[in-house]
Structures are given as C-alpha cells and as structure tokens.
C-alpha cells in the first residue's frame, strides 16, 4: 500500500494527501509488484535496491545510484520475535520514500504528532527516522538488559525456562551488536555523502554515539549471560558429580551383602549351614564390612 503525506513547517500537523507532489513523503508498505514499478517508473529508480527494502536479512548501509541515495535500516517488528525487520529510505530530489514489509512502530508517533516530521526538509525527516530508529533500539536494549540482570539475581535458582529466555537474549543481542555496527557505518558514510547543515551533523555524530553505547550495553550484558551460563554448566556439573557419587555408594554397600547372600544361597555344603546362628554370624560380618567401608570413605572424604 502506497500513501502520500506532507507537512511543511507552517503546518501543526502531517497530513495524508491524495496526490503526489514535491516535498511529500511516500510511504510503501508491503507493496505489491505493480506498486514496485510504479514508484520504479515516476521517481527513476533501481529496482534491484527498491526491492531490497523488502527483504528482512539486508545489513543496514546505504547506496547511491543517479543521484539517489538508498539507506537501509534495521526496524523493530510491531510484535518484536527476536527478528528484525528491514525499513529503507530513498531520498530523491523531490520527495522521501520508505519502503518496508512491515509498519514500523515510530510511523504511529508521527501521524499522532508525538514526533514532528517536515517532510518539506528532507534530511531533517532522515534525522528525525534514524532517531527514532535509534530509540526503539535502546529501548528495546535496556529491556533485556533488565530482564538479564534480574536472571542473574536468582541465579542458583534458575529453571529451564530462565535458561532458554537467556539463550534467546542471547541470540537477540548479538544480533544488536551487528545492527549498532554496520548503522554506525551507515551514518559515517551518510556525513560524507550528504550535505548536512553543521547543526544536522552534530545529530548524526549524536546517533553514533547513541548507537556505540547501544552496543557497548549489549556486549556488557552478553558477558553478564556467557558468565551465567557458566555458573550454570558448573552448577549442574557439580550436582551431577553428587548423584553419581550418591549412587556409587549406595552400589558398594549394596554390592557387598548381595555377593555373600548369593553365596549362602547356592545349592553347596558351606561352613555353619546347620548352625542356628549362621545368620547372626553372617549378619555380624556384613555390619562389619560396612562399618569398614563407611570409614574409608569418610577418612578419604568421598562421604
């Protein structure tokens, strides 16, 4: 679905346009492949690029083609499974165009007004995405970060669910760190090849230090799980260790009476079968050896 929106700085609000015209932002959300030509034909653009914008595995980083620049960006889904998704921002002479699979959450702020967009001043709105990028990112970030120092509060009571939520943070987090990496790269480039006002830069120099802490947090906490899952592996050895040992003993003492009862039970004469206090005698011996037993292992501190 393709629509048109514009606002310039008298206006208080952005709103929804029916016809395109220069300095409006057109967003594509999961277009189709006639809407794909369509933006393709009117604004003279790579199709190969368009088209990556709908692809969720594209590395943020940014493209020039003709006078076209084409940034790619990794967006939080609506419903965040751990996945990310990919938002990209075509800036033409005219008008800025964002394609993606899915709406992102920040487009909601700006058709309420919470975020103000000019879509007259393109780079400006560029900025004003990125950040917003940025901030789903870091609050996403801090989320987890929470939920993993509260994991390692109660570490030695942690259950396998607990176990798999930190692979998953795990698995999220790195995903972060490589996402923080290549928007750094993203925004470096953009500096370059984009003619930011001394004010616009110091944002962009903004966002890269947002995106080098947002990183930094993240390789803290991936540490902070690494450290937890080895507590755990130790832990469970440990455990491990303790039931086998438990069980070896209890083999040993049980192994010993059963080796001499098999042996009073074969069908041969053996020493004080007729004597009425065989089994005393027998019985004697087996509290003996046990007795034995136990204080070797105790005086070896095995018990």
Same mark, same amino acid.
């Given at each position: 679905m393709?629509?048109? /929106?514009? @606002?310039?700085i008298?206006?208080?609000k ?5 016809t395109?015209? %220069?300095?409006?932002?057109i967003?594509a ?6 809407e794909? +030509?369509?933006?393709v034909?009117?604004h ?6 368009? @088209? %990556?914008?709908l692809d969720d595995?594209?590395?943020p ?9 084409y940034?790619y ?8 499974e751990?996945?990310l ?12 165009i964002?394609?993606?699979r ?6 909601k702020?700006?058709?309420?007004g ?13 900025? +004003? ?7 789903e990112?870091?609050?996403v970030?801090?989320r ?5 120092? %509260?994991?390692?509060?109660i ?8 176990v798999?939520d930190?692979?998953?943070?795990e ?6 760190? +490589?996402? /923080?990496h ?5 925004y470096e ?13 110091d ?5 890269i230090?947002? %995106?080098?802490?947002?990183a930094?947090?993240?390789?803290s906490s991936?540490? +902070?799980?690494?450290n937890i899952?080895?507590?755990?592996l130790?832990l469970?050895s440990?455990r ?5 040992k ?9 192994s010993i ?6 042996? /009073?039970?074969?069908?041969?004469a053996?020493p004080?079968?007729?004597?009425p206090f065989?089994?005393? /005698?027998?019985?004697?011996f ?10 070797y292992?105790k005086?070896?501190?095995i018990l």
């Open positions: 393709i629509s048109y /929106y514009k @606002r310039t008298r206006d208080k952005i709103k929804e346009v029916s395109l015209s %220069g300095g409006a932002w967003s959300i999961n277009p189709s492949d006639e794909i +030509t369509e933006l034909k009117t003279s653009l790579d199709e190969f690029n368009v @088209r %990556g914008g595995f594209e590395l980083r940014i493209e020039e083609e003709d006078g076209v620049h940034i960006v990794n967006i939080m889904p609506a419903k965040f751990h996945e998704s990919t938002l990209l921002i075509i800036l033409t002479p005219d008008n800025l964002t394609i993606s899915i709406e992102p959450r920040f487009f702020k700006i058709m309420e919470t975020e103000k967009l000019i879509t007259t001043q393109k780079l400006k709105s560029l900025i +004003t995405m990125l950040s917003l990028v940025n901030r990112f870091e609050k970030t801090r987890i970060i929470k939920s993993v120092r %509260g994991e390692r509060n570490v030695q009571s942690l259950e396998e669910k607990h798999t930190l692979l998953q943070y698995d999220v987090l790195n995903t972060f760190v +490589t996402s /923080y290549y928007m750094n790269l993203v480039r953009m500096t370059r090849q984009l003619d930011f006002f001394e004010d616009d830069k944002l962009i120099e903004d966002l230090i947002e %995106g080098t802490q947002g930094d947090m993240c390789r991936l540490r +902070t799980i690494s899952r080895n507590y755990i130790v469970s440990n491990l260790n303790k039931i086998l438990v069980l070896t003993i209890f083999t040993v003492f049980i009476p059963a080796a001499i009862s098999g042996l /009073y039970g074969m069908n041969v053996l004080f079968q007729d004597n065989t089994f005393a /005698y027998v019985f004697g087996l509290l003996l050896v046990w007795l034995s037993v136990w204080l292992f005086r070896s501190n």
